[in-house]
Every structure is written in structure tokens, then in C-alpha cells.
């Protein structure tokens, strides 16, 4: 294993003080937690938390600022933070208006923001939560009941963001989120696994010339594992996929983000992104009012690359979407 580290049990301490030292003047750490803070001025609104295992950034942390997340929980690598943390998070985060949770679907996840939540409830801090479920390769797996919370997760952040900017209520931003995730959905490919460096090793085996369709950002089991292929061929394999799942007719408005999982370069990202293009554009007749490419849900170091498709069903989204931010990642 080759890293650039200290001591592996350190790691996720040592980025989160980088990271804050790097953009002091977006965000700041709390001290004695892994809580990274907006330094934007309190205005009264609701604040917007969000956070889960470390291994995937920018996300969380690189969506704090200005326009998107109050506050994001860091846990040890692919491992959710603790209830206490969390608490720590939404603490942060509460301008008096409530908080509102985004929360990807894994087990550990859901449960320690769960227990946050009435942790704060217990301090007259009013929160709501959804949970993302984005990921449409399999219903069940490793760390998760249900389908997976993956890189949709980030264009949550960034409606949310600009609705709570906008001064949403905390009943108008669940609201507005559970219409968000039922038109969201996402699937990915993995080239080569990930090396967790708290564990030392890939998390998994691919052999140089096979591909797994359907692979989690933890690395948990995907649908089916061939030979490499040709990008259009398997970008023709993940959109039928979608296609599955949404039911589009042609003319619909979709938001397209082609996610890079944290070691394939921007240049076949974008090879990827043009097959997807002709595939939904060109063929199926979508309106890709919105679109985006790079890394925002990685997985460490794992070569791969995601599809995320949001149905449009309200115009405001697009305007969200599109609405300037001060953040890291975005």
C-alpha cells in the first residue's frame, strides 16, 4: 500500500485540520470533534447537516459553506460518525430556525443521526431528516438495508442549500427533500478497488481486465462483473439501467452528474460523459437542463465512475442547482 500518510488512525484527523487550515476563510473545525463549519455569518435560517464515513471527499465536507451544508460530520474512514458527533454537527449549525439532516442510507449512518436527532430535540433544537437512497444497482448489501445513498446525495445538498439560503422553513425543506430523492436516482461502475488505509489492502479483487457493475462506494458487491468494455458500451449498460428505474419519455428535464469515484481521470470522466450525452440527448430525447462532471462521491482511490439522473419535475431545482456558492468541492 502506497499512501501519503502518518499514522493511519490519524488520517482522518490530519485531513480535517489540512482541509481547514487550506480554506480558513470557508470553514473551520470545531474543536476536540470532526465537525467542519461554515464561517458564513449566522442569519437565522435553517442550518443543513449532513456527514457519514471519511474516504468520500470532497463529500461532505467540501459542500460546507455559503449556499449549501451549516456543518458536515466526519467519521473514520467508510465507518458513520458517532451520535455524539452528530450532535456536535447540528449544534454548530442551529440558527434558531431548526436543522435540517441529509442522510445516505447505511445502517450506522442512519442510526447515529437518528439518535443525534433526539439528542437535540432534547435541547429545543428542532430537526428534520431525509434519507437518500439513490443507488438503483441493489436493493440490499453490506453496511446497508435498501438501496444505497451515493453521489445523488450531492445535488441534495446543493437544492437544499440554496432553498435554506432562500429562507425555507424547516417543514418546507423535508418537504421539498422527499420530492427530491423519489425523482433521484444513480448507478456506477468500478475499474479497480479501493484501499482503505486504516486496513492496508483492497477492499476487493477485480483482475486487470474485468469491471464490476453496480459496485458501492465502501466497495459492497455490485450486479454482475465482465471484461472491460468500450466507455460507450458501458455507458449504454448504466443508463438501460436508469431507464429501468425512471420510465422517462422523451422530452423530459433531467439534471446529469457523471461522478468520478477518486482515481479515473477527468479526461475519460469526460470521454464517459460525452457517451451518456448521445445516449440520453441524442437517442433517448431527454432535456439535460443541467449538467455536471468530476469527483464530488469518491471512494478513496477506486477507478470508476457513477450516473446520477434528477428527474426535473419542479423548474425552481434548476435555479437551485445553478445558484452561486461558497464551498470546496463544488
Same mark, same amino acid.
Given at each position: 500500500?502506497?499512501?501519503?500518510?502518518?499514522?493511519?488512525?490519524?488520517?482522518?484527523?490530519?485531513?480535517?485540520?489540512?482541509?481547514?487550515?487550506?480554506?480558513?476563510?470557508?470553514?473551520?473545525?470545531?474543536?476536540?470533534?470532526?465537525?467542519?463549519?461554515?464561517?458564513?455569518?449566522?442569519?437565522?435560517?435553517?442550518?443543513?447537516?449532513?456527514?457519514?464515513?471519511?474516504?468520500?471527499?470532497?463529500?461532505?465536507?467540501?459542500?460546507?459553506?455559503?449556499?449549501?451544508?451549516?456543518?458536515?460530520?466526519?467519521?473514520?474512514?467508510?465507518?458513520?460518525?458517532?451520535?455524539?458527533?452528530?450532535?456536535?454537527?447540528?449544534?454548530?449549525?442551529?440558527?434558531?430556525?431548526?436543522?435540517?439532516?441529509?442522510?445516505?442510507?447505511?445502517?450506522?449512518?442512519?442510526?447515529?443521526?437518528?439518535?443525534?436527532?433526539?439528542?437535540?430535540?432534547?435541547?429545543?433544537?428542532?430537526?428534520?431528516?431525509?434519507?437518500?437512497?439513490?443507488?438503483?444497482?441493489?436493493?440490499?448489501?453490506?453496511?446497508?438495508?435498501?438501496?444505497?445513498?451515493?453521489?445523488?446525495?450531492?445535488?441534495?445538498?446543493?437544492?437544499?442549500?440554496?432553498?435554506?439560503?432562500?429562507?425555507?422553513?424547516?417543514?418546507?425543506?423535508?418537504?421539498?427533500?422527499?420530492?427530491?430523492?423519489?425523482?433521484?436516482?444513480? &448507478? @456506477?461502475?468500478?475499474?479497480? /478497488?479501493?484501499?482503505?488505509? +486504516?486496513?492496508?489492502? *483492497?477492499?476487493?479483487? $477485480? %483482475? !486487470?481486465?474485468?469491471?464490476?457493475?453496480? &459496485? @458501492?462506494?465502501?466497495?459492497? /458487491?455490485?450486479?454482475?462483473? +465482465?471484461?472491460?468494455? *468500450?466507455?460507450?458500451? $458501458? %455507458? !449504454?449498460?448504466?443508463?438501460?439501467?436508469?431507464?429501468?428505474?425512471?420510465?422517462?419519455?422523451?422530452?423530459?428535464?433531467?439534471?446529469?452528474?457523471?461522478?468520478?469515484?477518486? %482515481?479515473?481521470?477527468?479526461?475519460?470522466?469526460?470521454?464517459?460523459?460525452?457517451?451518456?450525452?448521445?445516449?440520453?440527448?441524442?437517442?433517448?430525447?431527454?432535456?439535460?437542463?443541467?449538467?455536471?462532471?468530476?469527483?464530488?462521491?469518491?471512494?478513496?482511490?477506486?477507478?470508476?465512475?457513477?450516473?446520477?439522473?434528477?428527474?426535473?419535475?419542479?423548474?425552481?431545482?434548476?435555479?437551485?442547482?445553478?445558484?452561486?456558492?461558497?464551498?470546496?468541492?463544488?
Amino acid at each position: 500500500m502506497k499512501k501519503i500518510m502518518n499514522n493511519p488512525g490519524r488520517i482522518v484527523d490530519e485531513m480535517l485540520d489540512g482541509m481547514a487550515f487550506a480554506y480558513d476563510s470557508i470553514v473551520e473545525r470545531i474543536p476536540e470533534t470532526k465537525v467542519i463549519h461554515r464561517k458564513h455569518e449566522k442569519n437565522g435560517k435553517v442550518g443543513l447537516v449532513s456527514g457519514g464515513g471519511s474516504g468520500h471527499e470532497p463529500a461532505h465536507a467540501g459542500f460546507v459553506g455559503k449556499g449549501m451544508l451549516s456543518s458536515a460530520v466526519a467519521g473514520q474512514v467508510f465507518t458513520s460518525p458517532t451520535p455524539d458527533q452528530v450532535l456536535e454537527g447540528i449544534k454548530a449549525a442551529d440558527e434558531g430556525e431548526g436543522v435540517f439532516l441529509v442522510i445516505k442510507n447505511y445502517t450506522g449512518d442512519v442510526l447515529n443521526f437518528d439518535m443525534a436527532k433526539d439528542l437535540a430535540e432534547l435541547e429545543d433544537i428542532e430537526v428534520e431528516s431525509v434519507v437518500v437512497d439513490d443507488d438503483i444497482a441493489v436493493e440490499d448489501s453490506t453496511f446497508t438495508a435498501g438501496k444505497r445513498g451515493v453521489a445523488g446525495t450531492v445535488l441534495v445538498h446543493k437544492i437544499l442549500g440554496a432553498a435554506a439560503e432562500e429562507g425555507y422553513s424547516l417543514k418546507e425543506l423535508k418537504d421539498l427533500a422527499d420530492k427530491v430523492v423519489a425523482n433521484l436516482a444513480s &448507478i @456506477g461502475l468500478s475499474l479497480k /478497488p479501493a484501499t482503505n488505509p +486504516e486496513v492496508g489492502k *483492497p477492499g476487493f479483487e $477485480l %483482475a !486487470a481486465d474485468e469491471i464490476e457493475f453496480g &459496485i @458501492g462506494i465502501h466497495g459492497e /458487491p455490485g450486479y454482475r462483473r +465482465e471484461k472491460l468494455q *468500450p466507455s460507450k458500451d $458501458l %455507458a !449504454a449498460e448504466l443508463v438501460n439501467q436508469l431507464k429501468k428505474e425512471q420510465n422517462w419519455s422523451a422530452g423530459d428535464s433531467y439534471a446529469l452528474l457523471v461522478n468520478g469515484m477518486g %482515481a479515473t481521470p477527468l479526461m475519460e470522466q469526460f470521454v464517459f460523459m460525452n457517451d451518456v450525452k448521445k445516449l440520453l440527448s441524442e437517442k433517448e430525447g431527454l432535456e439535460l437542463s443541467f449538467r455536471k462532471v468530476g469527483d464530488y462521491m469518491t471512494s478513496i482511490d477506486m477507478a470508476g465512475v457513477s450516473v446520477t439522473l434528477l428527474k426535473l419535475e419542479d423548474p425552481k431545482w434548476i435555479e437551485y442547482l445553478n445558484a452561486p456558492v461558497d464551498v470546496i468541492g463544488w
